[in-house]
């Protein structure tokens, strides 16, 4: 799908307004999942079911437009497809199995969750991988993924949020 740069941008501001709403509309309403669950939010199913079906999506699609993709070789599609598709990789597949409890997630979230999973994303030139956004972001990128794919590490993050003061 090819689509006008000022298109593409109307889009991300329109997604940056949404962003927004959401934003200041948790504060007033609960989200409705996890420990805010509510059942006036509708049909629930599995929390650990509802959120592989919410993330496998677009590792999916990913692994689709790849297929497709006529640059899959280059450097920086492929840099960013390995970086995207470990996320989701661990975030559709591993962590909802490590979800403890017998939580549920409303299906209206879920829906939601697939429709943002889905939203086009931006397209970047070689020069972005000696950006420091990128820079910094792929470390902390890494930084937030080590903890979760160490078994050593997961236990003690628990612990640490367990004994966490609550608001």
């Given at each position: 799908m090819n689509i006008s740069p000022h298109t593409f941008h109307l889009f991300l501001l329109i997604m940056a307004a949404i962003a927004i709403v959401v934003f200041i509309a948790l504060y007033h309403v609960k989200a409705g999942y996890g420990i805010l669950f509510d059942r006036s939010w509708g049909i629930s199913i599995s929390n650990k079911w509802a959120w592989m079906i919410m993330e496998a999506p677009v590792f999916i699609a990913m692994c689709w437009f790849w297929?497709?993709?006529?640059?899959?070789?280059?450097?920086?599609?492929?840099?960013?497809?390995l970086?995207?598709?470990?996320?989701?990789?661990q975030r559709a597949f591993i962590f909802p199995w490590l979800i403890k409890g017998r939580s549920r997630m409303p299906v209206l979230i879920m829906l939601m969750g697939i429709v943002f999973n889905l939203a086009?994303?931006?397209?970047?030139?070689?020069?972005?991988?000696?950006?420091?956004?990128?820079?910094a972001g792929t470390a902390l990128f890494i930084t937030g993924l080590l903890p979760t794919w160490s078994p050593?590490?997961?236990?003690?993050?628990?612990d640490m949020k367990m004994s966490s003061p609550q608001k």
């Open positions: 297929v497709m993709f006529p640059r899959k070789w280059e450097l920086i599609p492929f840099v960013f497809f970086l995207f598709q470990i996320h989701y990789l086009p994303r931006e397209m970047y030139t070689e020069s972005w991988l000696g950006d420091p956004r990128f820079l050593g590490l997961t236990p003690y993050i628990k």
